[in-house]
């Protein structure tokens, strides 16, 4: 157990509505990410982050921000919800030091229904 | 167009046959990763492949990593049904972004 918690679990929006997503871990360590899970395409990058303050793009980061002022929490915002953005959106950390590339754990995922 | 291609994408057999689930890309990667996820769950790690042709064992599970680093296989022996999930495989480029890419899974049943 990594000790990573997303809230909310559960999510319903309307069109246009702006949304944030929080990843919580306890155990501090650097690197954090934020997935979206879609049928057909496994889980995509959107962005992830490498220590306070400092983030980058994945691979499907429009319309998606996030920040990372505190270690323990990364948060996701979707600026102006669409449709499109239905998803299941996954926390993920790395415990090793080859960061990216190294073996990462899940938190248990938020369910975004944008209506 | 998905950097790692899982074959099959469905694949609902018997309990106690046995199964091969595929990953394959024309990229070279320094390490593959395999995840189970469950219903309502994030993915778990099963295991990490780094060298061409390594294969690890994992009870009834075989991971192989290809001699060219390119593709990878999940051999299941005598299925249960507690073998039933999502299985993703996940890999890092060795050429590109450092960034872990995923295939697009195999949505494994095992009927008892």
């Known amino acids: 157990d990594a000790g990573i918690t997303q809230s909310p679990r559960h999510k319903v929006t309307e069109t246009g509505t702006p949304v944030t997503l929080r990843c919580h871990q306890t155990e501090n360590h650097r690197y954090m990410y934020w997935y979206r899970q879609d049928p057909g395409h496994g889980l995509r990058l959107i962005h992830y982050s490498y220590g306070v303050k400092d983030t980058d793009k994945g691979e499907v980061s429009d319309g998606y921000s996030v920040s990372r002022s505190k270690t323990e929490d990364f948060l996701l915002t979707l600026e102006s919800a669409t449709s499109s953005q239905t998803s299941v959106y996954f926390c993920?950390?790395?415990?090793?030091?080859?960061?990216?590339?190294?073996?990462?754990?899940f938190g248990p995922g938020t369910r975004l229904t944008v209506l | 167009t998905q950097l790692l291609e899982q074959s099959p994408q469905f694949l609902s057999i018997q309990e106690g046959e046995n199964l091969t689930v595929y990953c394959n890309s024309s990229s070279v990667f320094s390490s593959l990763q395999w995840y189970r996820q469950e219903p309502g769950e994030g993915p778990v790690l099963l295991v990490t492949v780094v060298t061409g042709g390594e294969v690890k064992k994992l009870k009834r599970l075989t991971f192989q990593f290809g001699d060219a680093r390119k593709d990878s296989s999940l051999h299941i022996t005598a299925a249960q049904p507690g073998d039933t999930g999502l299985y993703l495989c996940a890999g890092v480029r060795i050429q590109g972004a450092q960034k872990l890419v995923f295939g697009q899974g195999t949505r494994l049943t095992i009927n008892p």
């Open positions: 993920a950390i790395s415990t090793s030091s080859l960061g990216p590339s190294g073996e990462q754990f």
